[in-house]
C-alpha cells in the first residue's frame, strides 16, 4: 500500500514538473502566438502529462481525493486536487488554444478551398466561351467558306520594323521602296518629281488610307474621296484617287478605302462639273485624278 501511495506521489510531482515547464496560460490560450516550432515543444510536454495522468488514473482512477500531498519549488504543500487545478489552467488553456487554432485553420482551409473553386470555375466557364465561340467560327466558315473570321490585331511594331516591313512588301513587288501615305505622293508630284519615277514605288499608305471613302464608279474607275491631313483649320480641301475596277467586287458608296498596299498605275482626266460663285462657268471641266491598281488587300 505504502509503494503505491509513494507511485501516486512520484507521478503526481512529475505531472506537476511537466506541466510548470509549459509556458504561461494565456500566451497559450491565443492561436495567434507562437510558432511551429514552440507549439511543438509545447505539445511534448502536454503528451508527457497525458502519459502520466494515464498511468496514474491507472492506479487510482479517484487520485484527484487521494490522502496524499506533494511540494512546489516554493516549499508549499498541496494535495492532489490543488496540484490538479493548478494544471488545470495551463491544460485548459493549451487545449482550447489548439481547438481554436484548428478552428482558424479550418476556417482558412475552408476559404482557400471555395477560392480555388471560384478560380475553376472561372476558367472552366472561360474555356467553354472559347470552346463554343471556336465551334461558332467553324460553324459559319462551313457555311460560308469566303467568310472571314479571323480577328485582324495589329501588332506593336517600333518604326525600324515598320520600314523593314514595308521595304520588304516592296522588294516583293519589285518596287525600289515603298511611299506610306498619299499626301507624302502628292507632295512629291508637287515638287516637281516625274510620275514615271513615282511609279517604281509601293504605295502603302498606312498613314492616311483611312481617310479615303467611296463616292463613285465611274466606267473602269472607283473613285475615292478624302479629306488631306494637316491643313489649316477650317479647310475643305478634297482629294479625289481612283483604283481600277475589279467586276469582283462590290464597291457601294462611303466604303472605306481598301486597306493594302498599290501600285500607282497611270494619271487619268474625268470630266467633273464645276461648282463655283465666280462670274464664269468652265465649260467642258475635266478633273485628272491618279489610278492605283491594289497588289495586296490586308
Known amino acids: 500500500m505504502a509503494n503505491t501511495q509513494n507511485k501516486l506521489i512520484d507521478l503526481m510531482d512529475a505531472m506537476y514538473a511537466t506541466v510548470g515547464n509549459m509556458r504561461e496560460a494565456h500566451w497559450l490560450g491565443d492561436p495567434q502566438c507562437g510558432s511551429e516550432g514552440t507549439l511543438a515543444q509545447e505539445q511534448v510536454l502536454y503528451d508527457r502529462y497525458q502519459s502520466l495522468r494515464q498511468e496514474l488514473v491507472s492506479l487510482n482512477p479517484d487520485y484527484i481525493n487521494a490522502n496524499a500531498f506533494i511540494v512546489n519549488r516554493y516549499g508549499e504543500q498541496l494535495s492532489f486536487a490543488q496540484a490538479q ?60 467558306p469566303w467568310r472571314n473570321t479571323e480577328e485582324v490585331t495589329k501588332p506593336e511594331e517600333t518604326e525600324l520594323q515598320k520600314h523593314q516591313r514595308l521595304q520588304s512588301l516592296a522588294q516583293s513587288h519589285k ?3 515603298y511611299i506610306d501615305s498619299f499626301q507624302e505622293l502628292y507632295q512629291a508630284l508637287r515638287s516637281g518629281v516625274a510620275f514615271d519615277e513615282l511609279t517604281k514605288y509601293l504605295v502603302a499608305p498606312e498613314k492616311d488610307e483611312g481617310l479615303y471613302t467611296l463616292l463613285c464608279v465611274v466606267d473602269d474607275l472607283v473613285l475615292y474621296q478624302g479629306t488631306e491631313r494637316n491643313l489649316a483649320p477650317g479647310s475643305h480641301f478634297f482629294r479625289l484617287l481612283a483604283l481600277q475596277y475589279e467586276p469582283q467586287r462590290y464597291y457601294e458608296r462611303y ?25 464664269f462657268q468652265p465649260i467642258d471641266a475635266m478633273q485628272e485624278v491618279l489610278v492605283f491598281r491594289l497588289l495586296d488587300n490586308k
Open 255 to 279: 466604303t472605306p478605302l481598301p486597306s493594302g498596299a498599290f501600285a500607282l498605275v497611270e494619271k487619268r482626266r474625268i470630266a467633273v462639273k464645276m461648282a463655283t460663285e465666280l462670274a
Open 175 to 177: 518596287c525600289v521602296s
Open 85 to 144: 487545478e493548478v494544471m488545470n489552467i495551463k491544460i485548459n488553456a493549451f487545449e482550447s488554444g489548439n481547438i481554436k487554432r484548428a478552428e482558424i485553420h479550418a476556417q482558412e482551409a475552408l476559404l482557400q478551398h471555395q477560392q480555388q473553386l471560384t478560380e475553376q470555375r472561372k476558367h472552366q466557364q472561360e474555356d467553354e466561351a472559347k470552346s463554343q465561340a471556336q465551334a461558332l467560327l467553324e460553324l459559319k466558315q462551313s457555311l460560308a
